[in-house]
């Protein structure tokens, strides 16, 4: 590849998720991919990882896999959801294994080789609602689509939030974790 051409590559295990992939990143290179079993070594400048290995009981296997798909001098980013606390039949219908504490998903990212690790929690405006929203008994796949208007204000809050973390902030607490880590 020529220098200074920027290549994207994403991945998904389903194939549904690949077609959603197309419409919402054109010209990216999409291939159907376990991230326990990545088919790349030394590859890419940066691995991304949204929302991710708290899908697989392997996410060590995962990480390592990541690590190694990324050259020298490269990192990972990744988010993951936080607070055990938060669990709930939500977590269940989205087939999560496991929501993070953040010294864990630190440990975890180094033990897979990479260093420099740094993390911010984020959804911590809307952590309140999120806690409020655990008491309710039962989780439908309609309860986690909020109307219009509503979307329109936690967007904002998540905008907010994300000038926070770019002015250098790292958050205490909130629905997930974002790390970053680089690999030497």
């Known amino acids: 590849m020529e220098a200074g051409v920027n290549r994207v590559v994403g991945s998904e295990a389903h194939a549904a998720?690949?077609?959603?992939?197309?419409?919402?990143v054109p010209g990216a290179e999409l291939i159907q991919m376990d991230a326990r079993r990545i088919p790349f070594r030394d590859a890419f400048d940066?691995?991304?990882?949204?929302?991710?290995?708290e899908h697989m009981e392997?996410?060590?296997?995962?990480l390592r896999q990541m690590f190694a798909a990324c050259r020298s001098g490269g990192g990972i980013v990744l988010t993951v959801p936080q607070h055990a606390w938060l669990w709930s039949a939500r977590d269940e219908l989205a087939g999560h294994q496991r929501r993070y504490g953040?010294?864990?998903?630190?440990?975890k990212l180094s033990a897979a080789g990479f260093e420099r690790a740094w993390a911010t929690s984020f959804v911590?405006?809307?952590?309140?609602?999120?806690?409020?929203s655990r008491l309710q008994k039962h989780a439908r796949e309609s309860e986690m689509r909020p109307g219009?208007?509503?979307n329109a204000v936690l967007g904002a809050f998540m905008h907010l939030e994300r000038g926070l973390i770019a002015a250098g902030l790292s958050l205490p607490a909130g629905g997930s974790l974002l790390a970053v880590a680089h690999k030497p």
């Open 148 to 150: 219009r208007v509503a």
């Open 17 to 24: 998720g690949l077609a959603f992939a197309a419409r919402r």
């Open 102 to 107: 953040r010294a864990e998903l630190l440990r």
């Open 58 to 62: 392997e996410d060590d296997q995962a």
């Open 46 to 53: 940066v691995v991304g990882a949204f929302d991710v290995i």
């Open 124 to 132: 911590t405006l809307l952590l309140p609602l999120m806690a409020l």
